[in-house]
């Protein structure tokens, strides 16, 4: 069985309000990523084959850009996206911070509304990927979840101010 990583979140806001902040990039810039890092939407197309490519920055430090291929979009319901590191210009590369890293991972977001409570979950699979990449992948189990757990507790911020 290929490494995986799940991440869970509880949204205090309706589905449709949770999932509308993860289709377009006037969204998405507001909360997606690492905190204090500066991010950057060069294409966003919110739709099955479209692509999101964006860069995100550290205070110090290269920009690093991902590239997303969305394959199924439900609305409100389910997201399915393949995710790669890349160069300004699109092409897949390396994950800048280890060479090892698996060269595209498949995420799978579910939303479920619940009393108008929204739990997300996310998966996260490494496609294709040899054995020092699925490895690799495992070791940073605990840093893939961190980073999601991270930027959800940035959109539920964002959730609450666009709330108000």
Do not use: C
Not at 24 to 30: F, T, Y
Not at 55 to 74: H, L, R, T
């Amino acid at each position: 069985m290929a490494a995986q990583v799940k991440i869970t979140h509880s949204f205090n806001a309706p589905r449709e309000q949770v999932f509308k902040a993860f289709t377009s990039s006037e969204h998405l810039q507001e909360w997606w990523g690492p905190k204090g890092w500066t991010f950057k939407v060069l294409k966003s197309d919110f739709r099955e084959g479209g692509v999101f490519h964006y860069s995100q920055k550290p205070a110090e430090g290269d920009a690093m850009w991902v590239k997303f291929v969305y394959s199924q979009i439900v609305a409100p319901e389910k997201i399915v996206y393949s995710s790669f590191f890349s160069n300004e210009e699109g092409t897949i590369i390396r994950a800048p911070f280890n060479t090892n890293w698996p060269l595209e991972t498949l995420n799978t977001i579910t939303f479920i509304e619940d009393e108008g409570k929204t739990m997300v979950t996310d998966i996260v699979t490494p496609v294709r990927a040899a054995e020092e990449e699925l490895k690799t992948f495992g070791e940073a189990q605990e840093m893939v979840h961190d980073g999601f757990s991270g930027t959800f507790h940035q959109l539920e911020d964002y959730i609450s101010k666009e709330s108000t």
